[in-house]
Every structure is written in structure tokens, then in C-alpha cells.
């Protein structure tokens, strides 16, 4: 049976206060954990505004602002929403840069216009799906792979691979991805889901 070793505390379970709090204060390894705890989520607005190709463009520079602007955040429980909102502006910005490229009729059917706030539809979607996302790495260990491996690729692994990857038998899967959904439900409900 494969066994992780955790030679650290995992930090992206450090709530956004200590995250930032740490981040400030210089942690590299803090920065790591607010990146990898949030890149789905900057990802997630320029795919669902149909930029895929500029994504990791948008990316960066939300990362670069993030980097300059964090003293700035007033209160750390509203991390997750100033990212949407600066990932929102970003991608605006990198459209009116691409205006200029491409013919209006090409550009009409996009899902924003202007560049004040995050549409309120889109702002509750992002943060449902993160909220699932901070649920999911609230599991265990093994929980947490196995949710991954079955909801969050694309496309997804036949039980035989997750099996073989997490050293399990293959007629378990089933009921293991039973006990986590199950823990996962109960994790959502505990925050509010």
C-alpha cells in the first residue's frame, strides 16, 4: 500500500487570514499555498468567459497583482472575491486589448460589457465551485485523490487506473467514493453550502 509521507503541515488548509498574515510577512512557502490554494478559481474566469488560449496570460498578471497589491487587502475573509474581481478586470482588459484584432460582429456574443463589477450570477457561481474546492481539501488524504480522480478530470479515469493509482481494489472504488461523497456532503453543510 502506498503511503504519503508529509515532511510539512499542508498550508492549503491555512485559513486566508493565516495565508495572508504569513504572505506578508515574506513566506515563500506561504505564497505557494495561496497560489495553489486559488489557481482553479483565477483559471476558472477567463475559461467561463471563453479565453482559454489567454488564460494563462490573465493568470500571470492576476498572480503579479496579487504579489503587489496584497498589503492593500483590508480584510482577509474577502481574499477569494477581490481575486475574482481582479481576474474579472484582467480579462477585460486583455479583451479590450484584443479588440483591436478582431473584427466587431466576432465579438458580440461576449459575456461582459463592462468592466464594473463581476456579474452577480457569475460572482455566485465561482464562489460555490471554490467552496467546493476548500470542501474537497478538507478531506482526507485519500478522499481528496479519489474525488479528484473521479469529478475533477477531464476525461475521467476508469476505476481500474484509480485503483491501481491508489492501491485499492477495483470493486471498492464504488464504495469508498460513497463514504467521501458522504464526508464531503457533511464538510459542505459545516460550511454553509
Excluded at 62 to 82: F, G, H, I, Q, Y
Excluded at 91 to 111: V, Y
Aim: charge should be neutral; hydrophobic fraction near 35%; include cysteine.
Amino acid at each position: 500500500m502506498n503511503v504519503a509521507v508529509k515532511l510539512q503541515p499542508d498550508r492549503t488548509s491555512w485559513s486566508d487570514e493565516r495565508l495572508v498574515s504569513e504572505c506578508l510577512k515574506g513566506s515563500e512557502q506561504a505564497w505557494c499555498a495561496l497560489i495553489d490554494k486559488y489557481k482553479n478559481l483565477i483559471y476558472s474566469i477567463p475559461v467561463k468567459l471563453g479565453m482559454y488560449e489567454d488564460a494563462p496570460e490573465i493568470f500571470q498578471a492576476v498572480c503579479v497583482d496579487l504579489l503587489t497589491d496584497l498589503p492593500k487587502l483590508r480584510e482577509s475573509r474577502a481574499l477569494p472575491k477581490w481575486l475574482m474581481q481582479i481576474c474579472y478586470h484582467k480579462c477585460l482588459q486583455h479583451r479590450r486589448k484584443s479588440d483591436n484584432q478582431i473584427p466587431p460582429q466576432d465579438n458580440d456574443d461576449l459575456p461582459f460589457t463592462d468592466d464594473s463589477l463581476l456579474p452577480e450570477n457569475m460572482l455566485s457561481h465561482l464562489q460555490q465551485e471554490q467552496l467546493v474546492r476548500d470542501a474537497v481539501s478538507e478531506l482526507s488524504p485519500r478522499c481528496e485523490r479519489l474525488v479528484r480522480m473521479l469529478f475533477f478530470e477531464n476525461p475521467p479515469r476508469p476505476y481500474q487506473d484509480i485503483a491501481k493509482k491508489l492501491d485499492l481494489a477495483t470493486g471498492s472504488i464504488g464504495f469508498i467514493r460513497g463514504r467521501c461523497l458522504s464526508k464531503l456532503r457533511k464538510q459542505l453543510e459545516k460550511m454553509g453550502f
